[in-house]
């Protein structure tokens, strides 16, 4: 116990939260300080955690998401109350939205004010205010209590489908003293936060089945199936079967891009005339089309493996239910199938092969292009080119276009490197991945950032400077949100600045800044900025025209159902 090792026989309440955590492997805090917090965090750093401050709560949230989703831990943010708290909890309903495990432990005022909205400062009554975004949401009013509700919140959020807790601690629990011996003993470690679940053997051979009868098979990865590191299991399997298989963004790397099975460059192709499909850890949702035509074929079977048994005929029904967690029941496949059980036929192994060239060719088109100033496309080759010899990079992506392109150009080879908008499609999420992707592994990070989608968490590049951490930001610069307008014209609702100067926002903390406007000065600056280990941000300057409305959800805009004559 901390308390005793000055002589004292009481601690309070700010060490015991420290000693809960660190109980439980936590090692690295995010936040933003404050009242009630800023002694805690100042204990955090004496009692050796790593703490990163950042400059709003939102990417602080989002850097523990991020983490919880690399490691398979949650971490943990910590804010002050009401309007840090509530910028904290952006991120934490993005976690929630994703399955990815955090913890956000925000101060709060005296519950006695809160209760009988006598108007404290920062008043809020925000475990309620957590509850409908958060898996889990627990308040501590006793110090006594604090072990319990660190425990409590680690469990909620690791185990099952994984997914962000909030932890209520008062300002008056934070001060509140208890004898050492209670302290200790109201501690716990928790034991096996997230146990395996296998599969029923029922479901498993009833899954084995209806893939033996397939002739076009194919297996659908999502990041679930990255989060739960089955790496080998599913590898394993698929190499075994021989089906096509596809990732979803966050899933790429799990098996390498260029591996011969990926069916990623005829994706609409393999999903539409699939005869069988499995799906591991994604969701049908509207990245998936809800299972729906035109991109899905209603005589499709599905096998869908998830931990969670309500995702099963959530959006279309599902044959063969696999509930149970990805790595149990790839190794339950694996340990059933028997040898040429599963078998795809070979006119389905040559026409997604003929699709791909196809597409690949009709890309190496726009791809291998050089243009003044650059398209989406010739620059995301350069980066593509200049990471290549990089393969333990990790990428995080937002944006419209600078997503979509980003996504289909950059192949990863390791699983979990690549991070993105996800599930929402939500911009905000760049800055913070990316220092929680550099913190917890100590890689270089690079991220494809579209000019609006960096704006919103821009602020937190003097974080990056301030730990000197090895990020390289690269801006697509196309002057706006999709597009640029044209020079001269009023700002219209999507468009920015013409020609911004990001790169100058970087060397005001002392990082280096880059301004690029052609494919081998793009590639250039990427590379030499990777192996220099710091902080870069290259501006590099995009065709405002190139881009999109929506990138590749254009779909989803609205349109009046009023009938012009
Ligand atoms: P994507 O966006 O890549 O399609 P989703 O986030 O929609 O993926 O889906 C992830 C799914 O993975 C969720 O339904 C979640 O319940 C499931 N999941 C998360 N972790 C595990 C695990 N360890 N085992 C099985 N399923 C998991
Ligand atoms: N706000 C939030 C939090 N998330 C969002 N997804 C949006 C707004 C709407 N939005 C998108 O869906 S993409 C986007 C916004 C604002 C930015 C697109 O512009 P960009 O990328 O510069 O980042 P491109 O390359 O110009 O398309
Ligand atoms: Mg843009």
């Known amino acids: 116990m901390n308390g005793q090792s000055n002589g004292q026989t009481m601690t309070d309440g700010f060490h015991l939260v420290l000693d809960a955590l660190k109980l439980n492997g936590v090692e690295n805090l995010y936040g933003v300080a404050g009242i009630p917090i800023t002694d805690l965090l100042r204990l955090a750093q004496a009692e050796g955690f790593r703490y990163i401050g950042f400059r709003h709560e939102q990417s602080a949230a989002n850097a523990a998401a991020i983490a919880g989703f690399i490691t398979g831990k949650p971490a943990v943010c910590m804010t002050v ?32 004010i809160v209760d009988l909205e006598q108007g404290d400062y920062e008043e809020m009554d925000q475990l309620a205010a957590a509850r409908p975004y958060a898996k889990a949401a627990y308040r501590v009013n006793r110090p006594q209590d604090i072990g319990l509700g660190v ?23 934070l001060g509140s003293v208890l004898d050492v011996e209670t302290a200790r003993k109201s501690l716990i470690k928790v034991v096996d936060p997230a146990p395996p679940q296998p599969p029923a053997a029922e479901s498993v051979s009833r899954a084995l089945e209806l893939l033996a009868s397939a002739q076009r ?3 659908l990865l999502g990041k679930g199936a990255a989060y739960a590191q089955a790496d080998d299991e599913i590898r394993s399997f698929i190499e075994t079967t021989g089906i096509p298989f596809l990732p979803m963004s966050m899933a790429k790397g799990l098996l390498p891009d260029n591996h011969p099975q990926s069916a990623a460059a005829a994706r609409s ?12 850890g994604a969701r049908l949702n509207w990245l998936l089309s809800h299972g729906k035509a035109p991109l899905w074929s209603e005589q499709t079977k599905l096998i869908q493996v998830d931990i969670s048994p309500t995702e099963i005929d959530s959006n279309r029904a599902i044959a063969a239910p696999v509930v149970a967690d990805i790595k149990s029941a790839f190794a339950a496949f694996n340990a059933a199938l028997t040898p040429g ?63 979509d392109f980003g996504r289909n150009i950059i192949d990863m080879s390791l699983p979990r490197h690549r991070l993105d908008s996800g599930t929402w499609g939500v911009m905000g999420i760049g800055m913070g991945y990316a220092i929680g992707a550099a913190v917890e592994s100590g890689k270089p990070v690079v991220a494809l950032e579209g000019d ?51 790169d100058k926002i970087i060397e005001a903390f002392g990082g280096k800044g880059y301004h690029v406007a052609d494919t081998k000065s793009l590639q250039n600056a990427v590379a030499e900025a990777l192996a220099s280990g710091k902080p870069a941000l290259i501006n590099a300057v995009i065709d405002p025209t190139a881009g999109t409305e929506s990138g590749h959800i254009q779909s989803l805009n609205p349109k009046s159902a009023l009938v012009t004559a």
């Open 151 to 173: 425990a409590r919140a680690i469990r909620a959020a690791v185990s099952g489908r994984p997914g962000g807790v909030y932890l209520d601690l008062t300002a008056e629990v």
């Open 81 to 112: 109350s009401a309007p840090g708290f509530l910028n904290g909890l952006v991120g934490l309903a993005n976690a929630t939205t994703n399955c990815f495990p955090m913890v956000l432990i925000s101060g709060s005022s005296d519950r006695n």
């Open 269 to 280: 192709f393999a999903i539409g005339n699939a005869d069988v499909v499995l799906v591991a």
């Open 341 to 403: 059980q599963v078998k795809p036929s070979e006119s389905w192994i040559n026409d997604i092969a003929t699709r791909k060239q196809t597409n690949v060719e009709k890309m190496a088109k726009r791809l291998n292009s050089d243009t003044t100033p650059m398209n989406f496309s010739n620059a995301l080759r350069a980066v593509r080119d200049a990471i290549a010899g990089t393969p333990d990079v990790y990428i995080v992506n937002e944006g419209a276009n600078t997503l």
């Open 452 to 502: 609006s989608a960096f704006g919103f968490s821009g602020m937190e590049i003097e974080t990056i400077c301030r730990y000197n951490l090895p990020v390289v930001t690269v801006i697509f610069n196309n002057n706006g949100i999709y597009r640029g307008d044209k020079p001269g014209s009023a700002p219209s609702p999507t468009g920015f600045l013409n020609d911004a100067r990001y």
């Open 217 to 219: 098979p194919l297996v």
